[in-house]
Nanobody
Framework: QVQLVESGGGLVQAGGSLRLSCAAS????????MGWYHQAPGKQRVLVAT???????NYADSLKGRFTISRDNFKNTVYLQMSSLEPEDTAVYYC??????????WGQGTQVTVSS
């Protein structure tokens, strides 16, 4: 498995931008897929975006065009660039490294709060 540490969350006004980072304890190439998920209060954790080892990206339909996932294999870091943020984007954002069925790792999450 791999340890993941998210950073970059905070309080931002609607329409603003944030870039989240997810630093891994070892090579992110060890995972088949790296991803970002978010969980709003009282709701389930849901997919935001994923990126495969080869760089193929997938986004939640509602977020296409506003969020961009990227990876730096040399820095063992995955990023989530978030733009045009809305109050509905307020949630805890979690990083995931997925090599199921063998293993899957989660970070501790970083809070993003968007004020109206």
């Amino acid at each position: 498995q791999v340890q993941l540490v998210e950073s970059g969350g905070g309080l931002v006004q609607a329409g603003g931008s944030l870039r989240l980072s997810c630093a891994a304890s070892r090579s992110i190439l060890s995972a088949n897929v790296m991803g970002w998920y978010h969980q709003a209060p009282g709701k389930q954790r849901v997919l935001v975006a994923t990126i495969t080892r080869s760089g193929e990206r997938n986004y939640a339909d509602s977020l296409k065009g506003r969020f961009t996932i990227s990876r730096d294999n040399f820095k063992n870091t995955v990023y989530l660039q978030m733009s045009s943020l809305e109050p509905e984007d307020t949630a805890v954002y979690y990083c995931n490294a997925d090599s199921r069925p063998i293993w899957s790792s989660w970070g501790q999450g970083t809070q993003v709060t968007v004020s109206s």
